[in-house]
Structure formats: structure tokens, C-alpha cells
């Protein structure tokens, strides 16, 4: 009973037990004290669960409250009107604010509202433009749904693709517009599947919705038959692809039959996007064709006769964060296939079809299918409630007070904590620079994509220099990206400018927060332009960038691009797969193609597993390969080098599947049968 570690009082309580002079339950004050050093919540849970309860997201917004809003709610399909009807009753306001979900569109809203002679100011994340040469603020602004204001009152309000509500991570937004806008009259626009909560949600705030239905305003066909070979593209074509690799490979195989092709993927600068859409509009531009990603399906007004999905698979991140390939949805197919046939365009109807026949049936499975009801709102933890919360817990760090926070979240069933795991990515990753807390949420809610290792490695830069108070200056960040910057010679180089735009992105970003620490806005602005005309020089030049790539692949310094149609995908190990870098070599893409075709087929949805099953109960290792080749995930080509490689490898006894062992091992591990 002798320990230096155990206090007096303790020790004798223990002696008292050990001699039949005390009882066990004497312990629990004791275990009680340790417990709350180690979980020091335990000493305010009350008062946490208070902070926390976000049960009743109305109370938040009291001056909403104090107003009795009208919300009229305008649903219906892509192409329908619906938006223009809102836009009109915004522009005939004394004043008014418009919330969208992307810079493109509020950048088209005041675009279009100063051009009506109707002052409007522009707001985004990254962007202040004033209407009005002395910067006093306009009646009208168009802004990105984060950057709404909820204490302005205006005289209409229009929140744009409001069924982005359930959205895991930007929902918060909508919920917040929603809720907290202080307008006399609220114009929601959307699918109609997000009506019922929004009813519901309004009822809470014992306001009515007014529903105006709508109906496209051009006929949407979709065809009989698959378009099967580039050979068959017309003028209007557009084809649509779910990962850069088939951006690249297909842009190449249209220029090699002697056609131009304008190219959009979601990576690109705003103004290089609208570049190339212009491009594609042009009546007088050879370039007929489009290839894009879903990046078109809001966002940009194109002239499109015929819509081809390459492939109806997707890349989307399962719940544990790895990215799995799934089947489109029907809000998503509906949306793409919608930008066929646009009222106003040389094309008085829309077609929509598949590159592959098999996928022709499934796609007109996915497009009858009714939309999911939307079922509840995204909120989002504010640094108010977190700074009470951090106020409780002092020693906890920022990523461990959001953890406790969504533990100890109430919400009703009209509502739901979106996902936290980048703002969690970003706190963990700068927890060891010395900030306020203030400062921290804000670096943490910087909008960045954490699969850009330079654009992270910037971020915690600007953070640690921040935290030194050393103003980051114009010549800093000129060293830190080695501006001036040339055009791409290949497809690495276009990326990393890519990744360069988004850093410049992330610095106005914070120059609009920290104006004293990020003072050099102004010049950032103007290098930011130049390097949109370079990168679009290198999107002008896709196909030379691809074959220079190609030319270094064997080197392992570029990816990749499959000549052959169904087009590849590369993994960069053997979990998750990546857009951008090429497999490090055949046997870790053939472990990820596999892997990929495997998480596909368990992940199919409900309503098209079934005709599948039997499928699945049958087919073997070749069957598989089948599959992946009609669904792009593996071509002819790749197939015939794996075959060739596996015999090599299996020959030599260096290949890992050679073992019968091991694949007994490795089917228990998966729980994939495999021959």
C-alpha cells in the first residue's frame, strides 16, 4: 500500500477496504474526481447540453422573427423558368438580395442587374465589386449563399437550388438563409421534392409558402439508342464524364478525328470556365463540342443540342471518408440531362442518351425514377456556440470541442449536423500554431480542398505566419508560388496552376478577414488574372498537354491516358482513388480497378440491385473485368498489359495473388470471394 502516487486520504480508504474496516463504494468519490480531470465536460454537461441544443434554429434570427415574411416557393425542372420569374419580382424591388450556391452564378444575377440599370453590388468569399464608384453600398447585391447577410432588411430575398438544404456539407447555408433572412418576401427556387420541408420548416416560424409549379419549357428527349463511337458526335454535343482522367482522354480522341472541343471541369477558374463556354456558344467558333464534368449542371448557360453521359458511375466519399463508385442519382441525371435544349438557344429541344448501349437502359431507369423527398436541413455549429463551449472546456483543443459539441447536439428530426470532418482536417492540422480561438474557426472554415497538399501547405504557412503577426505581403506569396509562372507543358503542370489559382483564391479569401494581415488584396487580384489567361492557354492546349504527358509516363511523372474508350481510372493506393496522379504502377491499378468495380456493384442503389443480383451471384473474375470495361473503369488496352504482367509476375513468383494461401487470407480479410 506504499505509492507515492496515491494521495493520503485514498490510501487510507484502501487500507480500510483491504482490512474489512471499508466498503468498495467508498471508492466512488475518488473515481468521480479522476473521471472529471479526464473528462473535464463532466463538470459542466448541463450547461453544454444547453449550448448545444440546437432543437429550435428559428430562435436564432430574431430579427427575422420580428417580421412576417412571405415565402413563395418556385419548383420545378432545370430549364423551366422558374429561377427567371424569382429574378424578375428581385429586379423590380426597392431592394433585394439574391443567394446562390456558386461564384458563377451571382456573378451572372449582377451581371445581369447592373446591365438592367439596377445598382447591384457582387459578394462572395473571395470578392467585394460595389456598383457604385465611392463603394457606398447598392440597394441590390448578389452574393454566394455563405456570405448572405441575416441582419439587412430588404424587400425581397431569392435563395436559388434550395434543395442544396440536405447538402452533407454546405447544407447549413440554405438553412441559414432560410431562416434568417430579413426580407418581406422570401423567393425559394428548386426542385419540388424540397417543398414539404420547407413547408414544414415555415410552419415553425408560423409562415406560409406559396407553391408556383413549373413546367421545362422545351421538350427533353431521351433517345433509343447509345451514341457508341465519337464518329456519330454532332454540333451540340456535349459529352459527360466524372473524373479529369476521361476529360483528358476523350478531348484528345474528338481532336484526333479532326474536331475542336471546348473543355469544363470543376477545377477550373471561374473565367477560364466561362471561357471555354463561350467558346462553345460562339455560332461563329469551330468548336462544336463540349466534354465536362457535372460542373455544368449549375452555373453556366450553354448552347447544348445532346447530352452524353460517358459513363453513369460516379466517384462519391462513403461515411468514413474513402471514395467509393457509385451509380448517378436522379436529381443529379436530371439535372445534367435538364442543360439539353435551353430556352432562348439555337435548340428548340434536348436530347440525352449514353455512350455505351448498356448503360442506355439503366440511365432510363435513373431519369423515370421519382426524386427523394428532401428530409432535413443541415445546421452548423457557430463560433459563438464554440467559444461558450471552448469557455467550459479551456484545455480542450478546437478539433476535440467540435467532437464534443456534435456528441452532445440535440436536433428535432427536421434538421441535421452537416459533416465537420474538413473544418476537424484544418484544426488538427494547424492545432500546433499558437492563435486565438477566434482566429483558429476562421482558418478552419477557409474553403479548400484538403486533397491539394499545396494548397494545405499554404494554409498552415499563412497560419503560422499570422501567428507571428508578420503580415503576409504581395512579395511573399510571389516567392511562396514562384510568380511568374509560365503556360503548361503537360497535364502536371496545368494542375499545379490550377492548385496556385486556388492559393490566391485562399489569400483574398483571408484578406477579406484579416485585412492588416493579408493587405495586399488588390495585387493578388491582377496576378490571379493573369494566371486564369495562362491556365486557359493550357485548357486551349489540352490535347499537346495530354501527349506530353503520355511521352513522360514511363518515367512515372504524368498519368496515364488510355487511347482506347472506356476510359481509365488511376489510384494512388489501395483505398482511395485519385482524379489527378497516375497509379505508381499496373499491380496498384489493378488493385484499384478491382477494388472499384467491387464497392460499385455492393453500392448499387435498391431500386436497381435487384436486376443485378443474379448477375452478381454469377459472374466470376472474367465476368468482372467485363463489367468494368462497359462501365469505364478499365480498357481494352489496360486489360491485355494487366494480363500480360500477372503471367510475368506469376512466372517469376513475385506477384502477390500468386499464393493460393494468400488469397484464402485475403478473402477473409475482404469478404470478397475471389478465384
Known amino acids: ?13 484502501l487500507n480500510d ?10 471508492l466512488f468519490p475518488f473515481f468521480l474526481r479522476h473521471a472529471k480531470q479526464i473528462f473535464p465536460m463532466l463538470d459542466c454537461m448541463d450547461d453544454l447540453r444547453k449550448i448545444s441544443d440546437l432543437r429550435l434554429p428559428p430562435n436564432w434570427y430574431p430579427d427575422a422573427r420580428a417580421i412576417q415574411r412571405k415565402i413563395i416557393f418556385h419548383a420545378g425542372p432545370t430549364n423551366s423558368g422558374k429561377t427567371y420569374h424569382a429574378i424578375q419580382r428581385f429586379l423590380s424591388a426597392k431592394s433585394g438580395i439574391y443567394c446562390g450556391p456558386l461564384k458563377l452564378l451571382a456573378h451572372e444575377i449582377f451581371q445581369k442587374s447592373n446591365d438592367a440599370n439596377v445598382p447591384c453590388d457582387l459578394v462572395t468569399g473571395e470578392e467585394r465589386v460595389y456598383a457604385n464608384e465611392d463603394a457606398r453600398q447598392a440597394p441590390h447585391v448578389a452574393c454566394t449563399i455563405e456570405m448572405c447577410s441575416t441582419n439587412t432588411p430588404y424587400e425581397v430575398a431569392v435563395i436559388d437550388e434550395i434543395q442544396m438544404i440536405r447538402d452533407p456539407a454546405r447544407g447549413w447555408a440554405w438553412t441559414r438563409a432560410l431562416l434568417g433572412l430579413c426580407a418581406e418576401e422570401i423567393h425559394v427556387c428548386g426542385e419540388p421534392a424540397a417543398i414539404d420541408l420547407v413547408t414544414e420548416l415555415m410552419y415553425t416560424t408560423g409562415e406560409e409558402v406559396e407553391v408556383r409549379n413549373y413546367k421545362r419549357l422545351t421538350p427533353l428527349t431521351v433517345l433509343d439508342y447509345a451514341l457508341e463511337s465519337l464518329d456519330n458526335l454532332r454540333p451540340g454535343d456535349c459529352i459527360v464524364c466524372f473524373s479529369k482522367n476521361d476529360i483528358y482522354s476523350v478531348s484528345r480522341q474528338i481532336e484526333a478525328r479532326g ?35 457535372d460542373a455544368i449542371g449549375m452555373g453556366l448557360n450553354l448552347c447544348i443540342r445532346r447530352i452524353i453521359f460517358n459513363s453513369i458511375v460516379k466517384p462519391t466519399v462513403n461515411e468514413k471518408g474513402e471514395k467509393e463508385i457509385d451509380s448517378i442519382t436522379t436529381s443529379q441525371a436530371l439535372q445534367i440531362a435538364g442543360r439539353a435544349g435551353r430556352f432562348g438557344s439555337s435548340f428548340k429541344q434536348g436530347e440525352v442518351t449514353t455512350m455505351h448501349r ?19 436541413a443541415g445546421l452548423h455549429p457557430t463560433p459563438e456556440q464554440i467559444e461558450m463551449f471552448a469557455y467550459h472546456l479551456p484545455d480542450a483543443t478546437l478539433s476535440n470541442l467540435i467532437d464534443i459539441f ?21 484544426a488538427d492540422m494547424i492545432q500546433h500554431i499558437p492563435l ?40 511573399w506569396l510571389c516567392r511562396h508560388t514562384k510568380w511568374p509562372l509560365a503556360a503548361p507543358k503537360n497535364i502536371k503542370e496545368l494542375v499545379h496552376l490550377e492548385a496556385v489559382h486556388d492559393v490566391f483564391d485562399l489569400y483574398l479569401w483571408l484578406s477579406y478577414r484579416f485585412m492588416d494581415m493579408f493587405p495586399d488584396a488588390v495585387l493578388v487580384r491582377d496576378i490571379q488574372k493573369k494566371l486564369d489567361d495562362i491556365i486557359q492557354i493550357g485548357v486551349c492546349n489540352i490535347t499537346k498537354l495530354i501527349r506530353a504527358s503520355q511521352s513522360t509516363a514511363a518515367s512515372g511523372t504524368a498519368e496515364v491516358v488510355s487511347e482506347d474508350f472506356p476510359l481509365s481510372r488511376t489510384k494512388k493506393d489501395a483505398r482511395v482513388v ?19 468495380g467491387l464497392r460499385r456493384a455492393k453500392s448499387l442503389r435498391p431500386s436497381r440491385l435487384g436486376s443485378r443480383q443474379e448477375d452478381l451471384k454469377s459472374y466470376g473474375r472474367g465476368s468482372l473485368a467485363n463489367r468494368l470495361l462497359r462501365e469505364g473503369l478499365l480498357t481494352q488496352e489496360m486489360l491485355r498489359q494487366l494480363e500480360s504482367e500477372w503471367q510475368d509476375q506469376h512466372r517469376n513468383g513475385r506477384y502477390g495473388f500468386g499464393s493460393k494461401r494468400d488469397d484464402q487470407h485475403r478473402s477473409k480479410e475482404t469478404g470478397k470471394k475471389r478465384k
Do not use: W
Not at 477496504?17 to 467508498?26: K, L, N, Q, S, T
Open 406 to 426: 456534435v456528441s452532445l447536439s440535440q436536433v428535432d428530426g427536421m434538421y441535421f449536423v452537416c459533416n465537420i470532418d474538413d473544418f476537424k482536417f484544418l
Open 259 to 293: 474536331l475542336e472541343c471546348a473543355v469544363i471541369y470543376g477545377s477550373l477558374p471561374p473565367g477560364t470556365k466561362l471561357e471555354q463556354a463561350k467558346k462553345f456558344n460562339d455560332p461563329d467558333d469551330p468548336c462544336k463540342i463540349l466534354v465536362a464534368t
Open 436 to 475: 486565438n480561438l477566434r482566429s483558429r474557426y476562421v482558418f478552419c472554415t477557409a474553403p479548400l480542398n484538403r486533397k491539394e497538399p499545396f494548397v494545405c501547405t499554404t494554409l498552415l504557412k499563412f497560419a503560422r505566419q499570422f501567428s507571428r503577426n508578420e503580415p503576409l505581403t504581395f512579395d
Open 17 to 26: 477496504i483491504c482490512c474489512d474496516a471499508g466498503h468498495v463504494d467508498d
Open 1 to 13: 500500500m506504499e505509492s507515492s502516487s496515491v494521495s493520503a486520504d485514498l490510501h487510507i480508504i
Open 358 to 376: 448498356d448503360d442506355l437502359v439503366q440511365l432510363k431507369e435513373i431519369l423515370s425514377e421519382a426524386v427523394p423527398t428532401v428530409k432535413a
Open 578 to 596: 485519385s482524379d489527378r496522379h497516375g497509379a505508381a504502377s499496373t499491380e496498384a491499378l489493378s488493385i484499384a480497378v478491382e477494388a472499384a
